[in-house]
């Protein structure tokens, strides 16, 4: 990729060092992005997840019924996600639940990667926008093992350069800018509310364990299963994050 | 003609007869430059770029837009619009491929 | 932990963000398309020959810093009072260093009610943006910032 390309070039050139010059945007650039998340392209992402849900999952009310809410409260359920239902007998993510419900109604489930299966689940968690993230780890048994299994994967230092998530969202690391981005906090950043988001540099909707992959690629570790027990778990940790610092719920988010 | 998403947003919401508005076009679109190699292929992948956007009320163009291949994928085109009344307010667009489409959102001000 | 020591830890050290400049840009292939254009025949085409003239009634907003080329946000507002007798014509927006300069030619109306026009442009390396006004009066005014572009963070 031609990105790559011009960085390998620079990296050759050595013209740039690190210390003093690592360019990192001014509050009015960072003032200037926040403006674009009023005119979000992800925003028809989420209409087309709408529109999809709609047909596959019959709609908000399908969705509600299928999970044993009343329309009115689906807001306030869909903001503790990731959950332990019981029907599956496992601590799922909204995707995956929605994969049920389109198996039951006797539709080829979209696969958790697709397009439009991100846009789905970008269009169900909006429709808990403005509220706050309620994930509950103590809820069961269940959600006690996500947390501690997704806390672990974080913690663990795998992979060629011995890095663990952890390595490089610490709170003590947090700040520290790197390749002009200074790390963030993933609570304070609201990972857990602000995903599925458009990423400006992929031009397209992505979620949260999509990005967790890409993260992990960088670092040189395995990459994990998007819908797997341990993505799951790392979902179920760093959403827990975001609520111990009182976040809300914002879909579709703007990252870069 | 296309069946790509688009959105036709006024800002603020609420508005009255003569006040300034924003209107924000927004469009699902590669905008290929023409100059990108496809990874797999090795291929240079053709332009294929809305080239074209007109906003027009009640059928009467207000604005026109010439767009190039440098705009952002899923393009977000944002104008001044002063509400004359209720009304139609229509986006078309054409691409350089030969490609076309159009959306309308009623205008509605309340006061 | 200190940032030398924690870079070294994950092995990063010899990595910095880069910023795009145009040799570099250049240096890594960047192939011309069909309507490449430079600035000065761009200008031309559109005053005529006229020098623009730079004024402060023409307001870019852009950042300083773009954290990602593929899509940097360009505003602009014009002083005027958009009447039939005295309105902005035109706003031409221009990547200087781009091989195609235009990026997007805005034919405004009075039924605009403001000189105004926005959107999100790529660039391919750091460089000014300059943009044009064209007024009903025939002027041609002109304002312009520097963007660096950068690629960084993590993926």
Same mark, same amino acid.
């Given at each position: 990729m031609r990105a790559k390309s011009i960085l390998t070039a620079a990296l050759l050139c050595s013209a740039l060092a690190l210390g003093s010059d690592q360019f990192a945007m001014s509050d009015a650039d960072r003032a200037l992005y926040a403006e674009l998340?009023?005119?979000?392209?992800?925003?028809?992402?989420?209409?087309?997840?709408?529109?999809?849900?709609?047909?596959?999952?019959?709609?908000?009310?399908?969705?509600?019924?299928?999970?044993?809410?009343?329309?009115?409260?689906?807001?306030?359920?869909?903001?503790?996600?990731?959950?332990?239902?019981?029907?599956?007998?496992?601590?799922?993510?909204?995707?995956?639940v929605m994969q049920a419900l389109m198996a039951q109604n006797g539709h080829k489930p979209y696969k958790l990667s697709s397009k439009e299966m991100f846009a789905m689940l970008a269009y169900a968690k909006s429709l808990a926008n403005d509220e706050p993230i309620r994930i509950d780890v103590n809820a069961n048994p269940q959600m006690e093992a996500a947390y501690a299994l997704g806390e672990e994967v974080f913690m663990t230092k795998r992979g060629g350069r011995g890095l663990s998530c952890n390595s490089c969202h610490s709170a003590d690391i947090v700040g520290t800018v790197l390749r002009t981005q200074p790390l963030p906090d993933l609570g304070e950043n609201n990972a857990g509310g602000t995903w599925p988001a458009y990423r400006m540099t992929k031009s397209s909707l992505r979620t949260l364990q999509r990005r967790f992959q890409g993260c992990m690629q960088n670092a040189l570790l395995a990459v994990i299963p998007i819908g797997s027990k341990e993505m799951v778990g790392l979902e179920v940790y760093v959403t827990k994050l975001a609520k111990d610092k009182k976040k809300t719920i914002s879909i579709p988010g703007l990252k870069r | 003609m296309a069946d790509r998403k688009s959105l036709i947003k006024i800002k603020p919401k609420?508005?009255?007869?003569?006040?300034?508005?924003?209107?924000?076009?927004?469009?699902?679109?590669?905008?290929?430059?023409?100059?990108?190699?496809?990874?797999?292929?090795?291929?240079?992948?053709?332009a294929d770029y809305i080239s074209d956007v007109q906003f027009l009320f009640d059928g009467k163009p207000f604005t026109t837009l010439k767009v190039w291949e440098s705009v952002s994928t899923n393009p977000v085109f944002t104008v001044g619009f002063k509400v004359p009344g209720n009304g139609a307010l229509t986006v078309t667009y054409k691409t350089n491929t030969g490609e076309s489409g159009e959306s309308t959102k009623k205008v509605k001000p309340k006061g | 932990m200190q940032?030398?020591?924690?870079?070294?830890?994950?092995?990063?050290?010899?990595?910095?963000?880069?910023v795009i400049t145009p040799s570099m840009a250049l240096?890594?292939?960047?192939?011309?398309?069909? %309507?490449?254009?430079?600035?000065?025949?761009?200008?031309?085409?559109?005053?005529?020959?006229?020098?623009?003239?730079?004024?402060?009634?023409?307001?870019?907003?852009?950042?300083?810093?773009?954290? %990602?080329?593929?899509?940097?946000?360009?505003?602009?507002?014009?002083?005027?009072?958009?009447?039939?007798?005295?309105?902005?014509?035109?706003?031409?927006?221009?990547?200087?260093?781009?091989?195609?300069?235009?990026?997007?030619?805005?034919?405004?109306?009075?039924? %605009?009610?403001?000189?105004?026009?926005?959107?999100?442009?790529?660039?391919?390396?750091t460089q000014d943006v300059m943009v044009v006004a064209e007024t009903s009066k025939g002027e041609f005014l002109s304002a312009k910032q520097s963007i660096k572009v950068t690629i960084g963070g993590c993926g």
């Open positions: 998340l009023e005119n979000n392209p992800a925003e028809m992402d989420v209409e087309w997840g709408g529109e999809l849900v709609e047909k596959y999952c019959g709609g908000d009310a399908g969705l509600a019924k299928f999970m044993g809410v009343t329309e009115a409260k689906l807001p306030e359920y869909v903001s503790g996600f990731p959950r332990y239902i019981k029907k599956f007998d496992a601590v799922l993510g909204l995707d995956q | 609420k508005y009255k007869t003569g006040e300034v508005v924003k209107v924000s076009f927004m469009i699902m679109h590669p905008m290929e430059t023409g100059m990108r190699k496809d990874k797999k292929t090795g291929q240079i992948v053709p | 940032r030398r020591a924690f870079l070294q830890t994950v092995g990063l050290a010899a990595v910095a963000g880069a240096a890594a292939e960047q192939p011309k398309g069909a %309507n490449a254009m430079g600035l000065d025949a761009a200008l031309k085409a559109i005053t005529g020959g006229k020098m623009p003239t730079p004024s402060d009634k023409v307001h870019l907003k852009a950042p300083e810093i773009a954290e %990602n080329g593929a899509v940097v946000p360009v505003t602009v507002e014009v002083d005027s009072p958009m009447t039939p007798e005295d309105y902005i014509k035109a706003i031409h927006v221009f990547a200087t260093k781009n091989s195609n300069v235009r990026t997007l030619d805005a034919m405004l109306t009075p039924a %605009n009610g403001v000189a105004f026009f926005s959107t999100r442009i790529k660039l391919g390396s």
